[in-house]
């Protein structure tokens, strides 16, 4: 039986509790390398340990656990994964006070953060898709994107002075209490009943192979879908490839100082709340495709002024505000339609392990990425590899041009909202 129609308020909750989970989780992968380097004095290997175990998790989790979210009720399994999030962290935070804390108990928390933090991602998505109209979830999904970016600045912020006023164990616990805030304001959201047609389908352990094979079938039938499978891999090699060496690049072959490193990414909200603003416009001005082109186009060109920087000049700076700032606002664009370009193009039913099958697509290659910036960077130069990130994020921006954008796709229009066939 289908879930009856939630309260007006319910999309702001979420919206909100959205905001909050995205500040834990932000202060959770600052905090968490903090405690590790200036706790336990870990070095680069361990470094980089916990952040393929936080990548190489969510990429497992997204595909594991996309037909388990289709099955459970959306709200519950967004406040499950908040208080287990709550829990890990709180877990890491006795540990520092109590001085057993070790580097595998860190590596463990990056991995379970990572796995339920794609899980929180899925089921909140699914509760739009089920909850919202279609010709509103663009701009539900850009209050979603604006929501994050608060957060993240919030973050960066706030995250440095928290840990050194309060220190490890105090800074883990106020991470922790985020997550059960955010779990609290979930409180008044009306929850999503499976659909029939899942539900009926047995036991869910029984059931998940087969509705694993569903999902992929889906994913690789739609023409849109496989436009956006494309797209998402183009954009985690661009987004690892730049993470490997973007600040290294900054701060050593540049020079620049960490107070200005500071205000140059803090620039990147004001570009990402610009880009939530116009997104809805832009969407019903060029269609969902056409604007995720430009949006790709926009952040491509954002990062290819990161290589062009040379020294601490007042010209270096304009090039890295640029990125920040119109870069961000790309990215930012193309978030907001492709989320509902997903929401709208696989029947709500079937949309977390659909959903779950990009997202994996998308953390592989963040580590393929990961892997070649660390051979690129260190065979050529740091600079060489953020050429080359610029390039996957034009090649992303290409295929949305190519692939989505010559039919005005409508993101009003649910284009597979019937049950896949059976794949046995």
Not at 3 to 20: H, L, Q
Not at 81 to 90: H, K, Q
Not at 275 to 293: D, E, K, Q, T
């Amino acid at each position: 039986m289908p879930a009856s129609k939630p309260t007006r308020a319910d999309p702001r909750r979420v919206v909100a509790a959205e905001g909050v989970s995205n500040l834990g989780s932000m202060l959770s992968r600052l905090a968490i390398p903090w405690v590790a380097t200036l706790l336990l004095g870990a070095g680069p290997a361990a470094m980089a340990l916990l952040l393929v175990a936080d990548v190489a998790a969510a990429a497992v989790g997204a595909v594991l656990l996309g037909p388990l979210i289709d099955r459970t009720p959306k709200r519950r399994a967004m406040v499950l994964c908040d208080l287990a999030r709550g829990a890990v962290l709180a877990l890491v935070a006795l540990g520092a006070w109590r001085g057993w804390l070790a580097m595998p108990w860190l590596v463990a928390a990056a991995a379970a953060g990572g796995m339920l933090g794609v899980a929180f991602d899925l089921a909140r998505s699914a509760w739009l898709a089920q909850c919202v109209p279609a010709d509103e979830l663009p701009r539900r999904n850009a209050q979603v994107a604006m929501a994050g970016s608060a957060a993240e600045s919030a973050a960066f912020a706030l995250g440095g002075w928290l840990y050194q006023a309060l220190g490890a164990v105090a800074a883990l616990a106020a991470d922790a209490v985020s997550y059960l805030v955010s779990a609290w304001l979930l409180r008044g959201v009306q929850d999503v009943l499976p659909d029939a047609r899942v539900a009926a389908n047995g036991s869910r352990w029984h059931a998940w192979w087969r509705e694993q094979r569903e999902g992929w079938h889906l994913l690789l039938r739609d023409r849109r879908l496989r436009a956006l499978a494309a797209i998402e891999a183009l954009q985690g090699l661009a987004f690892s490839l730049a993470g490997t060496s973007y600040i290294v690049f900054v701060a050593r072959d540049l020079g620049l100082p960490t107070g200005l490193q500071g205000m140059v990414f803090a620039l990147g909200s004001v570009g990402a709340f610009a880009g939530a603003a116009w997104a809805p416009w832009l969407g019903r001005r060029l269609g969902a495709g056409r604007a995720m082109a430009c949006g790709l186009a926009l952040a491509a060109l954002g990062a290819a002024c990161v290589p062009l920087a040379h020294g601490a000049g007042i010209a270096a700076i304009a090039l890295l505000a640029a990125h920040q700032i119109v870069g961000d606002a790309g990215q930012t664009v193309h978030e907001v339609h492709d989320r509902t370009l997903r929401q709208t193009a696989v029947g709500a039913a079937w949309l977390a392990r659909v959903d779950a099958g990009l997202r994996g697509i998308g953390q592989g290659a963040i580590l393929v990425g990961a892997a070649l910036g660390a051979l690129i960077g260190t065979a050529v130069s740091a600079r060489s590899v953020l050429v080359f990130a610029a390039v996957a994020g034009a090649a992303a921006a290409c295929c949305a041009l190519v692939r989505l954008a010559p039919r005005r796709t409508d993101v009003a229009t649910p284009a597979s909202s019937t049950a896949p066939p059976s794949s046995r």
